[in-house]
């Protein structure tokens, strides 16, 4: 069965960084593409970035979000990494990464299994 299991987050200063962890279990990883969402109190789960599996790893970063944040992964752990740089207070939000087989949706609507979720806090 498919499990994605997160780790990480947690309490961070403001300027600060944290990484991200999904390990993913149970699928061909070569036919998906894996995303991190995020969801802030009041607001709708929003697109983080993704990426594909299959041979060059392309991925696909929000917008308002590069040069902040880095998808990568790790292969032989079939493990996704979210790296969060500069860390600010709106920030802050429940992280969740998820699989999707339209490998280049940006909507939460199109990914059909999600990890657990990890709360980030950026506070001083």
């Known amino acids: 069965q498919v499990q994605l299991v997160q780790s990480g987050g947690g309490l961070v200063q403001p300027g600060g960084h944290l990484t991200l962890t999904c390990a993913s279990s149970?699928?061909?990883?070569?036919?998906?593409?894996v995303g991190w969402f995020r969801q802030a109190p009041g607001k709708e789960r929003e697109f983080v970035g993704s990426i594909r599996w299959k041979g060059a790893a392309t991925t696909n970063i929000a917008d308002s979000l590069k040069g902040r944040f880095t998808i990568s992964r790790d292969s032989d752990k079939r493990t996704i990494y979210l790296q969060i740089n500069t860390l600010a207070p709106e920030d802050t939000a429940v992280y969740y990464c998820g699989r999707t087989s339209d490998l280049w949706s940006k909507s939460a609507h199109d990914y059909d299994s999600w990890g657990q979720g990890t709360q980030v806090t950026v506070s001083s």
């Open positions: 149970g699928f061909a990883l070569d036919d998906y593409a």
